[in-house]
Structure formats: structure tokens, C-alpha cells
T-cell receptor, first 114, second 115 residues
Framework: RKEVEQDPGPFNVPEGATVAFNCTYSNSASQSFFWYRQDCRKEPKLLMSVYSSGNEDGRFTAQLNRASQYISLLIRDSKLSDSATYLCVVNIPDFSGGYNKLIFGAGTRLAVHP | EADIYQTPRYLVIGTGKKITLECSQTMGHDKMYWYQQDPGMELHLIHYSYGVNSTEKGDLSSESTVSRIRTEHFPLTLESARPSHTSQYLC??????????????FGPGTRLTVT
């Protein structure tokens, strides 16, 4: 089983639509969660961190459910420019080395059309 | 905007050549990483470094090696390139491990093709 699982999509939605992505993670010791955005043939860029209480940044809302080990990203009023791959990212504590590594999901592709 | 740079951006090279991919950051971050990503696939960590003179192998086995002699510089070397090394190589860095921030910032990547 993968440590971070996402629906690969693609999600094809019209402009203005609301779309939600889900992600599950397997390591219950994970403490930090992120959504990254990756455009085709570009590097990933941090979209937002995900906090326990849920957080919102403009049209984007992230939620965390620790009991179910589940993270979501909601995009409202989709724009053409939102078309990208959205990566769910979870930290995995490495207590032996004192290092926290990030595990990247394979990503969910979003295509917003006119 | 993160200040992390990679050169070259694109490299086409023949089998058996030695190559070094450069990565540098000006943020003073102590942690740096190398990922490998094939088109449409997830990122795989191949090397990381906690700081100067510290390097570790990542989750994906790689024939490449890295060094960290200066905080800002984390080059990756392939002694003898093979077609199986064709991929995109992404360098990233992060600052202090403080809750909840472990954000990593990525360079633009090097797209390597070995013929």
C-alpha cells in the first residue's frame, strides 16, 4: 500500500465549478500536511499547508481528518489557470535520524475548460 | 518566491559520460534534497542532506552520488550515464524543522536525456 494515495483523475470541469480532491495517508505519526501544485513539466510549488482546524486561502479550502487519515482540497469557482496536477504531501517522522521527510502522492490532474 | 537554482535545465548526453547536475540555494537552508520524477509519475527521493558534510540515500535506489561541502550547494553526479537515467531531477531545500512547517522549495529541475 502506498504511503500517500490520491485519485489520479483527470477531473475535467467547466470554469466556475467547484471540485474536491481527496487524499489518504497511512502513517498515523504524520504531523504536517501540504498541497502542492505542479504544472506540466514544471517543478512542484507549495499551494497551502493543511492545519488541524482546516484552513482557507481565497478559493481554496483544505481539511484534515486525523482519525480517518484523510486530507481534502476544495477549489471553488474554478479558473482555467487552475489546470494542473495537485500533489498531496505528508511528512513521515524518522525518529532514528531526527529527520522529517516528505512523501509526495502521485497527484490528481485537474483540467478546467471554458 | 524561493531562491533555488538548477543547471543545466536540459541535458542530452551519450551513454557512459560523467555528468554533474548543479543545485544551489541562497536561502541559507540547512536541508537539501534530490528527487527523480518520470513524466506523469510521482516524485521519488534519491538523496538528502541535513547540512554540510551530511548526505543520505533516499527511498529510491540511485546510482548517482551527492556531496555537500557548502551549505548553499548540493551537486548530484552520475559517473557513467545510461539511458535508464533519463528522467527529470528536481532539487529542493527546506529550513528549520519547526511545527508545522516542513515546506520544501523546489528548483526548476534538470531534464536529462541519455542516448
Amino acid at each position: 500500500r502506498k504511503e500517500v494515495e490520491q485519485d489520479p483523475g483527470p477531473f475535467n470541469v467547466p470554469e466556475g465549478a467547484t471540485v474536491a480532491f481527496n487524499c489518504t495517508y497511512s502513517n498515523s505519526a504524520s504531523q504536517s500536511f501540504f498541497w502542492y501544485r505542479q504544472d506540466c513539466r514544471k517543478e512542484p510549488k507549495l499551494l497551502m499547508s493543511v492545519y488541524s482546524s482546516g484552513n482557507e486561502d481565497g478559493r481554496f479550502t483544505a481539511q484534515l481528518n486525523r482519525a480517518s487519515q484523510y486530507i481534502s482540497l476544495l477549489i471553488r469557482d474554478s479558473k482555467l489557470s487552475d489546470s494542473a496536477t495537485y500533489l498531496c504531501v505528508v511528512n513521515i517522522p524518522d525518529f532514528s535520524g531526527g529527520y522529517n521527510k516528505l512523501i509526495f502522492g502521485a497527484g490528481t490532474r485537474l483540467a478546467v475548460h471554458p | 518566491e524561493a531562491d533555488i537554482y538548477q543547471t543545466p535545465r536540459y541535458l542530452v548526453i551519450g551513454t557512459g559520460k560523467k555528468i554533474t547536475l548543479e543545485c544551489s540555494q541562497t536561502m541559507g537552508h540547512d536541508k537539501m534534497y534530490w528527487y527523480q520524477q518520470d513524466p506523469g509519475m510521482e516524485l521519488h527521493l534519491i538523496h538528502y542532506s541535513y547540512g554540510v558534510n551530511s548526505t543520505e540515500k533516499g527511498d529510491l535506489s540511485s546510482e548517482s552520488t551527492v556531496s555537500r561541502i557548502r551549505t548553499e550547494h548540493f551537486p548530484l553526479t552520475l559517473e557513467s550515464a545510461r539511458p535508464s537515467h533519463t528522467s527529470q531531477y528536481l532539487c529542493a531545500s527546506s529550513g528549520l524543522d519547526r511545527e508545522p512547517a516542513y515546506e520544501q522549495y523546489f528548483g526548476p529541475g534538470t531534464r536529462l536525456t541519455v542516448t
